[in-house]
Nanobody, 123 residues
Framework: VQLQASGGGLVQAGGSLRPSCAAS????????MGWFRQTPGREREFVAA????????TYAEFVKDRFTIFRDNAKNTVYLQMNSVKPEDAAVYYC?????????????????WGQGTLVTVSS
């Protein structure tokens, strides 16, 4: 199983970015997917999750109304649309796969993890 995250980079505060995560080696449509983020010295924290069908999404309070998680099961890819980015959103963003229906906010629920993509925010 491989989860390949990409699409991070440098973005200005207030701007937008869309990291993506391409999955292989698993039946993607049977996995809920999540995005987490981590900064040095801090625990990895939940950002957003999406059900295997794409019908149900869950967000951390600090990204609600700014970030959108969506998936394309035909492309085995999950995306995180980041709008109105803030300096505190700077982190390494990780995607993860959960053999469950809805996706969890707990990192312990996830079976597979990608390598992370770095998001840097300039103010």
């Amino acid at each position: 199983v491989q989860l390949q995250a990409s699409g991070g980079g440098l973005v200005q505060a207030g701007g937008s970015l869309r990291p993506s995560c391409a999955a292989s080696g698993l039946t993607f449509s049977r996995y809920a997917m999540g995005w987490f983020r981590q900064t040095p010295g801090r625990e990895r924290e939940f950002v957003a999750a999406i059900s295997w069908s794409g019908d149900t999404t869950t967000y951390a309070e600090f990204v609600k109304d700014r970030f959108t998680i969506f998936r394309d099961n035909a492309k085995n890819t999950v995306y995180l649309q980041m709008n109105s980015v803030k300096p505190e959103d700077a982190a390494v963003y990780y995607c993860a796969a959960d053999l469950g229906v809805y996706g969890s906010s707990s990192r312990l629920a996830y079976d597979y993890w990608g390598q992370g993509t770095l998001v840097t925010v300039s103010s």
